[in-house]
């Protein structure tokens, strides 16, 4: 398939299916904990600073944000887990609903921070996302942080919770203006 980019919008917000717009474009789901950089890869990937809302204070989005792609793609970015266990409640069934019953769910973008060995909840979605058979592209965020030494550490990083085999995967930095031409490739291959 091949992508523009051209012009973003902000379609809806959702806390269940009834909610959710009525596209039958491919969707993209972006996943991962709170503060990974989900909000700000949208942003960057749509060049469009503070379409989709980020935030130092993490766990705010509690809902589920649709936004659209020159009629071409429906880009989801879901509530992020790991924040606060209260709030971490409604997430699990608002999630696992969304994943299970969106017909027009063809991609999952995992996001993992580049600096940190992923948490135990990033190893149990890792698996789920596996278990369900859902196609997945791993983003590792925020590698503006790392020296080039400790980005050859990341293919063992994924192994750890993908298992044997390596999930496509890109180096990202959405400060940094960095993978966001070889993410919409991998994006456009995978679809
Ligand atoms: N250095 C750096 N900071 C980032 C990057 N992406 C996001 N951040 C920061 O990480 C924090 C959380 O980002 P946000 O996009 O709101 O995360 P979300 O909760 O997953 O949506 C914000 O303070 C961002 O400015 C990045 O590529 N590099
Ligand atoms: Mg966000």
């Known amino acids: 398939m091949r992508l523009t980019f051209h ?3 902000f ?5 269940e299916p009834s909610q959710y717009p009525h596209t039958h474009l491919p969707e993209i789901a972006i996943i991962g904990r709170s503060n990974v950089g989900k909000s700000s890869l949208l942003n960057h990937l749509f ?7 980020t935030s130092r204070v993490p766990g705010k989005t509690r809902l589920i944000n649709f936004f659209c ?3 071409q793609l429906v880009f989801v970015d879901l509530p992020g887990y790991g924040f606060a266990k209260k709030q971490d409640e409604g997430w699990g069934s608002m999630i696992e609903t969304y994943l299970t019953q969106r017909e027009h769910l063809r991609l999952i973008l995992f996001l993992l921070d580049s600096r940190h060995e992923p948490s135990e909840l990033d190893k149990q ?4 996302l596996q278990h369900l058979h859902f196609r997945t592209i791993v983003v590792l965020t925020k590698v503006d942080k790392l020296t080039k030494s400790e980005r050859t550490r990341h293919p063992g990083m994924i192994l750890k919770i993908f298992g044997e085999q390596l999930p496509p995967y890109v180096e990202y930095s959405s400060t940094h203006n960095e993978g966001r031409n070889e993410l919409i490739a991998l994006i ?3 679809l």
């Open 188 to 190: 456009g291959k995978n």
């Open 47 to 53: 060049r469009h600073r503070g379409l989709a809302k």
């Open 69 to 71: 792609i020159d009629n």
């Open 7 to 9: 012009e973003p919008r």
């Open 11 to 15: 379609l809806t917000s959702a806390t």
């Open 125 to 128: 979605m890792a698996a789920w």
